[in-house]
């Protein structure tokens, strides 16, 4: 997660460098510049991750995706003595062009890790059962940022003001959690 956070900076930067002279607790207070891009919400699955950013200087998703993806491999190749790329192809992105469309994908990040315990939970009704409690808890993700109010890697006042409470914010997920998969799109 210190990744995001990292990366996120028009500055040049050796990450590698950074992470070894620095505590983790002092990572998040660590001065970037300006930011590339505005993250909404993430959510990292052990084989894939999901950000919902907006662009804060021209080109901005692409350098921050370009940064955050070089940075992993370098790490991931170093760790497991390895060379060569991670990813298969460039990343991909959708605009999001509505305000349903962006909460049904503020929603979609959050529940992501609700796919570990039950991969099929879209397709079932899940009324209050422990899924929402394995989201909450689910320490990969930006959900808990929302359910404290603290935002270090997360920056909710680049997006429309959906959720202005802890209970809009529970009430929402837990919303799109209960509901269909196809009442959901």
Not at 51 to 73: H, R
Not at 156 to 164: A, E, G, M, V
């Amino acid at each position: 997660m210190m990744l995001l956070y990292l990366a996120n900076t028009a500055q040049e930067m050796r990450i590698g460098n950074v992470l070894k002279a620095t505590k983790y607790e002092d990572v998040f207070n660590r001065d970037r510049g300006a930011p590339l891009v505005a993250i909404g919400a993430f959510c990292l699955m052990p084989n894939h991750f999901h950000l919902l950013v907006t662009p804060l200087v021209e080109g901005g998703v692409s350098k921050y995706m370009l940064k955050l993806q070089t940075g992993y491999s370098m790490y991931f190749n170093t760790k497991n003595e390895r060379s060569g790329s991670l990813f298969q192809g460039p990343f991909r992105s959708t605009h999001a062009d509505t305000d349903r469309y962006l909460e049904y994908l503020f929603s979609y990040i959050h529940l992501n890790p609700a796919k570990l315990k039950e991969p099929e939970w879209q397709k079932k009704i899940h009324p209050g059962n422990n899924l929402m409690s394995f989201v909450e808890t689910y320490p990969y993700s930006s959900y808990s940022a929302y359910l404290n109010n603290s935002h270090s890697i997360t920056d909710p006042t680049k997006f429309p003001d959906y959720f202005s409470s802890k209970k809009d914010v529970v009430s929402h997920i837990a919303d799109w959690l209960t509901k269909p998969e196809d009442e959901n799109e």
